[in-house]
Nanobody, 124 residues
């Protein structure tokens, strides 16, 4: 199995910055893609940014130029640097891991995982 631990959320004034981290642990062999989603009250969960193990990134239009996703493959950790934060960025941010290959009793398994979520609040 794979466990995800998120950190870095909080309250920040508009125009400020936050950095989210998500570390995956377990008998991990490889991870295909890692990313961040967010869900605001009354809205559907949406993709914020994602990065493949080859370093290819994808961003929601609403965060392009403000957010940067990065990944440390050696640490199985993904980061989201959020700058110029706006009130509309307020949401619970969830880490997502796709295609995590891990070993269980010596055999490989592949699965996808969600983190527990971390709150980001930008007051208006």
């Amino acid at each position: 199995q794979v466990q995800l631990v998120e950190s870095g959320g909080g309250l920040v004034q508009a125009g400020g910055s936050l950095r989210l981290s998500c570390a995956a642990s377990g008998s991990i062999v490889s991870i295909s893609a890692m990313g961040w989603y967010r869900q605001a009250p009354g809205k559907q969960r949406e993709l914020v940014a994602a990065v493949t193990n080859a370093g290819i990134t994808n961003y929601a239009d609403s965060v392009k130029g403000r957010f940067t996703i990065s990944r440390d493959n050696a640490k199985n950790t993904v980061y989201l640097q959020m700058n110029s934060l706006k009130p509309e960025d307020t949401a619970v941010y969830y880490c997502r891991v796709d295609g995590a290959t891990y070993l269980r009793y010596g055999r490989p398994y592949i699965n996808d995982y969600w983190g527990q979520g971390t709150q980001v609040t930008v007051p208006s």
